[in-house]
């Protein structure tokens, strides 16, 4: 019963918050907080949630007021580097950082 994002491009930092949000939580419980949070990694996570729940749904049948979250990870996934102009013709990178999220869960 897992589901995993990968190459979302957002920082890992920001995406960590929303995580650590909904971790040990009911499913239920735990889209109900995601839907009025106001952070961009939000909605992502949510969907991500929707689909761990068909996937257990479709392997063992759980209903989903059995299920909870186990465990949720973010981990960091490719950065893009990039260079700005800077002065006296040097140029300063600029990493484009990406996450890979894998949530696990539980039934009880």
């Known amino acids: 019963m897992k589901a995993q994002l990968t190459n979302y491009r957002q920082a890992p930092r920001k995406v960590r918050l929303v995580a650590n949000l909904i971790k040990g939580k009911r499913v239920s419980h735990a889209l109900e907080q ?18 761990a729940i068909a996937n257990a749904k479709n392997t063992t049948s759980a209903s989903e007021s059995d299920l909870s979250v186990k465990d949720i ?15 006296r ?7 484009k950082r990406s996450s890979t999220v894998v949530l696990t869960l539980e039934q009880k």
């Not at 995601?34 to 689909?51: E, G, H, T, W, Y």
């Not at 013709?89 to 990493?95: C, E, F, H, W």
Request: avoid cysteine; glycine fraction near 8%; aromatic fraction near 2%.
């Open 89 to 95: 013709g040097s140029g300063a990178r600029i990493l």
């Open 34 to 51: 995601l839907q009025f949070l106001p952070k961009r990694a939000a909605l992502p996570v949510a969907n991500l949630l929707r689909s």
């Open 73 to 87: 990870r973010v981990d960091a996934g490719v950065v893009l580097k990039r260079m700005m102009p800077r002065a």
